[in-house]
């Protein structure tokens, strides 16, 4: 399989309540992280997909530097807050999977699967939900 697999972090690959914090990251649920190292093992490429990255929309591989965070201007808070989050996800990487991988908030045509826990999936081209909304949605 060529391209990326999208891998959600909070309440997929790692327990998530409530907001704390963008450096609080949760517990890893173990089903998800042994899936995620299959997937390594086998040679496919992983990327944590989340929301915590905006607005940094460029993929950050390992080892990669961060933006300069400014302390002045629009994007202050955002940045500043996704920069802490990046650094907060390397770090729970490199304990709980033995690697750091790259972490990104954009699909782009390499995706081949997303896992998320707020996704609902729908069938190519046909507008129907395979399985359900989990929130009672319609």
Same mark, same amino acid.
């Given at each position: *399989?060529?391209?990326?697999?999208?891998?959600?972090?909070?309440?997929?690959? +790692?327990?998530?309540? &409530?907001?704390?914090?963008? =450096?609080?990251?949760?517990?890893?649920?173990?089903? *998800?992280?042994?899936?995620?190292?299959?997937?390594?093992?086998?040679?496919?490429?992983?990327?944590?997909? &989340?929301?915590?990255?905006?607005?940094?929309?460029?993929?950050?591989? !390992?080892?990669?530097? /961060?933006? +300069? +965070?400014?302390? &002045?201007?629009?994007?202050?808070?955002? /940045?500043?807050?996704?920069?802490?989050?990046?650094?907060?996800?390397?770090?729970?990487?490199?304990?709980?999977?033995?690697?750091?991988?790259?972490?990104?908030?954009?699909?782009?045509?390499?995706?081949?699967?997303?896992? =998320? =826990?707020?996704?609902?999936?729908?069938? !190519?081209? &046909?507008?129907?939900?395979?399985?359900?909304?989990?929130?009672?949605?319609?």
């Amino acid at each position: *399989m060529s391209g990326w697999i999208g891998v959600d972090f909070d309440g997929t690959l +790692a327990e998530y309540g &409530t907001w704390v914090g963008p =450096d609080h990251v949760g517990k890893p649920i173990a089903p *998800m992280v042994e899936r995620v190292k299959l997937w390594l093992s086998q040679g496919h490429e992983v990327r944590i997909f &989340t929301a915590r990255m905006y607005p940094i929309t460029r993929v950050i591989r !390992p080892g990669d530097a /961060l933006p +300069a +965070a400014e302390t &002045t201007g629009p994007l202050a808070t955002p /940045l500043w807050t996704a920069v802490l989050a990046v650094d907060a996800i390397r770090a729970w990487c490199r304990e709980h999977l033995g690697t750091v991988l790259p972490i990104t908030c954009v699909k782009d045509y390499g995706m081949v699967e997303l896992y =998320d =826990d707020r996704a609902v999936q729908v069938r !190519p081209n &046909t507008g129907e939900i395979v399985g359900h909304s989990t929130r009672g949605l319609l």
